[in-house]
């Protein structure tokens, strides 16, 4: 039998590695003799680099960047063995792990880190930028990353304009002159597993503004400025960022990387399984193996097993999906892609506990379900 492991990450207990490991222990364990495949994977949120990077081989670099707030933090990315072809997670320098929950403000919160990875890899020879956009803490359309490459945003007085989703709407100009010439000659791919425009009530600032820190004021303001700045941006560049797909990701970045990049905007996940020829993998598997730490309504837009699911279904292959929770909304709707959804737990747990051994747990698991199958191929 040919197995195919390709977990998401389980967060705050496994990352997808781990995660196919303990699988595959798990597998091992009845079935001794499967051809076994790991395959890490993500939708461009966390986790992102390390997926790449397991699969496709490379080498980390970390360099000192700004955090949300303009502190210096140290961040990492990826170049893959090419040696032209850079992974970059915006989290790592412009996520909202990087603030305490009383740091979280967008109105001041930028994304100029992000751009000081993008020009780290640009320093190390990289021709291709891969971007994952998950995570992100600002709301700031992108201007942050910008001037880090050396974009100027200028008020009507002829006046530099500052960082954050605060000074959008202060921006009249924007100025090219002192761009990074390379940006020319990089293409840049954003991993995007969302659609949201740009504004209005499906935008940047009223869907995440809230979990970025934002009251319903700030909320109002926000989605104000980024409609202000999308109007400069259509004035300067004559592009229209404010009703695209995709645009209203990581709090606009899509925005600034469409507008100031000239990046492909890409679903996550279609990104990522094209990278690791996901699709050759399951032709060759008899079973696929995947999961995440919650699987609940959201699991269905974009996420890694519905992603696996959808396009094993298509080649007629059965899955599998383990996972730490079932949220009770999985169970009002049908999932005729999956053959087995199956939490981890083998007993009461609380959620400590169950993030505390989630290794251990996953392992038995995938021991339990092959016990069962291999049942199922005798009888």
Request: aromatic share 6%.
């Amino acid at each position: 039998m040919k197995i195919l492991v390709c977990p998401d990450s389980f967060k705050e207990s496994l990352s997808s590695s781990c995660a196919g490991t303990h699988i595959q222990a798990g597998i091992r364990k009845v079935l001794p003799s499967a051809a076994c495949k790991i395959i890490p994977m993500a939708d461009g949120g966390e986790g992102t680099v390390d997926v790449l990077l397991s699969s496709l081989g490379g080498r980390y670099v970390e360099v000192t960047v700004h955090d949300p707030l303009m502190r210096p933090v140290i961040a990492k990315y990826g170049i893959l063995s090419d040696n032209v072809t850079a992974v970059v997670e915006m989290a790592a320098a412009s996520g909202l792990p990087l603030l305490d929950k009383h740091e979280r403000d967008p109105l001041a919160t930028n994304s100029f880190g992000t751009g000081e990875l993008i020009q780290s890899a640009l320093d190390h020879g990289c021709k291709k930028i891969v971007l994952g956009m998950g995570g992100s803490a600002t709301i700031d359309a992108g201007i942050g990353m910008a001037q880090a490459l050396g974009f100027v945003f200028m008020d009507h007085q002829g006046n530099a304009a500052g960082t954050g989703g605060n000074n959008l709407g202060r921006i009249t100009d924007i100025e090219f002159s002192g761009t990074d010439p390379r940006l020319k000659d990089c293409t840049i791919i954003a991993a995007c597993d969302v659609n949201n425009p740009l504004t209005g009530r499906n935008g940047a600032a009223y869907v995440y503004g809230p979990q970025k820190g934002a009251t319903p004021e700030m909320v109002r303001l926000l989605d104000d400025n980024l409609r202000h700045f999308s109007g400069i941006i259509r004035k300067s560049l004559d592009i229209d960022v404010e009703n695209a797909a995709g645009t209203g990701a990581a709090g606009g970045l899509g925005a600034g990387l469409m507008a100031f990049l000239n990046a492909r905007l890409e679903p996550g996940f279609n990104l990522v399984s094209r990278m690791v020829e996901l699709e050759r993998w399951i032709q060759w598997a008899d079973l696929i193996i995947t999961g995440e730490g919650r699987m609940d309504a959201q699991t269905c837009f974009g996420k890694v097993p519905s992603g696996i699911a959808h396009a094993a279904g298509i080649l007629k292959k059965p899955v599998i999906a383990f996972t730490g929770i079932v949220d009770k909304n999985w169970y009002d709707s049908t999932h005729p892609e999956f053959i087995a959804v199956i939490p981890i737990a083998d007993q009461p747990l609380t959620m400590k506990q169950s993030i505390q051994h989630a290794s251990i747990l996953l392992e038995r698991s995938a021991e339990r379900t092959m016990q069962v199958l291999h049942l199922g191929l005798r009888m």
